[in-house]
């Protein structure tokens, strides 16, 4: 089977509200959505949705390479496309990640399988997702309790966004309203110095804290095992994955949890290869979009079936936007299922004028 065509289109996504973090924010989601079709008429589809601030290439960058590709795929094998989409993952990865994503939809559909089984047969059927609640503020508790009324049992809060003593207080505040057995995943965004992060994690002594992501603005092995030796919970490395590099994160001593955003490793199959990596250095992964379009975000859930962990994953974002590019995946009881289509499952509106 060979590819005939490779067209990409853009699309732009308003936020319900804007997203913050340590790291800036944004309040339009930006991509490209790639769609490639066979000589036997398979049509696979992709999301490329560069975000600069979490480690991807540049917009121009990104469409310059769609643009490149586009011109050079069509007739390749899928197999042979894929070796060459999956070598220059490093230098656009949110490009490489929507050409990838659309050729694996492929891949898979001509073997007849979800694209979660085809990248392991062992795939889960059902992933346990967290809740985002964004930043710490007047309707913090409020939508705590909606997302545990919801069936969620792990809430994510960016912290980093405030000094360090008006944030714990609103943190104890929360803790009191929420039931046993929910429990909070902060995320920092690398928003402090060694002292600033001992300080703060010190604070939550007490507190149902699952992970803490990123504590540290310029992560090195030595102070980040200085800070995971006086907190129980595991510090996970997101931005500072890919700021130490993998060989440091899975050496011994290693990171007791990362976090892989295929948006930002190039796609899914240099996520899945990290993962069992760290499967193998027994480090704990989590799947996590960069509140991608509805394609992005079912590519990701894959990722997270393929993964096969009891972990809460964070793919929860679809309801951060005001509208979408297709149907996204449905959290029910804080557990997103995926179904039993070939492929990725995912077929983007593409007649919507709002969006493209």
């Known amino acids: 089977m060979r590819l005939t065509h ?21 309040a339009v989601r ?8 066979t000589d ?4 696979g589809y992709g999301d490329c949705a560069p975000l600069p601030q979490a480690g991807t290439e540049s917009m121009d960058s990104a469409v310059a390479c769609l643009s490149g590709w586009a011109a050079t795929l069509p007739g390749l094998p899928l197999k042979a496309a894929l070796g060459r989409i999956t070598a ?8 490489c990640c929507g050409l990838e994503t659309a050729l694996l939809d492929l891949l898979a559909q001509q073997a007849g399988l979800p694209l979660a ?10 992933v346990k997702v967290n809740a985002v609640l964004g930043g710490l503020g007047e309707q913090t508790i409020e939508r705590a309790s909606a997302a545990v009324a ?9 912290v980093g966004l405030a000094a360090g003593h008006e944030e714990i207080p609103l943190l104890h505040d929360l803790v009191r309203y929420l039931p046993a057995g929910v429990s909070l995943r902060l995320d920092a965004n690398c928003a402090w110095n060694e002292t600033e992060a001992e300080d703060f994690l010190g604070a939550l002594a007490g507190l149902p804290v699952e992970s803490v992501e990123d504590p540290l603005a310029s992560p090195d092995r030595a102070g980040w095992f200085r800070l995971q030796a006086k907190v129980p919970f595991p510090l996970a490395a997101d931005e500072s994955l890919r700021i130490m590099g993998a060989d440091a994160v899975f050496n011994q001593p290693s990171v007791r949890r990362v976090v892989l955003k295929p948006m930002v490793l190039g796609g899914l199959v240099s996520a899945l290869a990290l993962a069992r990596r760290a499967r193998e250095a027994d480090v704990e992964c989590v799947v996590t979009t960069t509140v991608d379009s509805a394609v992005g975000v079912t590519a990701a859930l894959h ?7 009891d972990l809460a994953h964070g793919l929860a974002t679809s309801a951060w936007l005001l509208r979408d590019v297709g149907e996204a995946p449905l959290v029910a009881e ?3 299922r995926l179904g039993s289509d070939p492929g990725l499952g995912c077929c983007p509106v593409t007649g919507e004028k709002n969006i493209f």
Do not use: D, H, M
Not at 11 to 26: E, I, K, M, N, T
Not at 30 to 37: A, C, D, F, M, P
Not at 119 to 124: I, M, Q, T, Y
């Open 40 to 43: 036997a008429g398979l049509i």
């Open 150 to 158: 919801a069936g969620y049992s792990v809430l994510k809060l960016k």
């Open 117 to 126: 089984r085809w990248l392991n047969p062992r795939s889960s059927v059902a």
């Open 334 to 336: 804080g557990v997103l």
């Open 88 to 95: 220059s993952a490093a230098g656009a990865p949110a490009a």
């Open 30 to 37: 930006e991509g490209w959505l790639v769609r490639l079709v």
């Open 6 to 26: 490779c067209t990409f289109a853009p699309y732009r996504l308003p936020l319900r509200q804007p997203w913050v973090s340590a790291r800036g924010g944004f």
């Open 303 to 309: 990722l997270a079936a393929a993964v096969a962990n």
